[in-house]
């Protein structure tokens, strides 16, 4: 979420002309980065629940 915050800030606020750039690839950086996480988290709640309903 910090790099979020960041990138989000830097947007509404540039400093420079090449500010706006460096804040949207942070920005499409971190967002790929949450994509990845909750597709870990969706595969591995998955396999965990596919464990417990062979051990029931």
Same mark, same amino acid.
């Given at each position: 979420?910090?790099?979020?915050?960041?990138?989000? %800030?830097?947007?509404? %606020?540039?400093? %420079?002309?090449? !500010?706006?750039?460096? /804040?949207?690839?942070? =920005? /499409? %950086?971190?967002?790929?980065?949450?994509? #990845?996480?909750?597709? #870990? =988290? +969706?595969?591995?709640? !998955?396999? !965990? +629940?596919? #464990? =417990?309903?062979? =051990? #029931?």
């Amino acid at each position: 979420m910090q790099r979020f915050d960041g990138a989000a %800030s830097r947007a509404a %606020s540039p400093q %420079s002309a090449a !500010e706006p750039v460096t /804040a949207d690839a942070d =920005l /499409a %950086s971190a967002s790929f980065g949450v994509s #990845v996480n909750t597709a #870990v =988290l +969706k595969s591995t709640i !998955e396999s !965990e +629940k596919r #464990v =417990l309903d062979i =051990l #029931v």
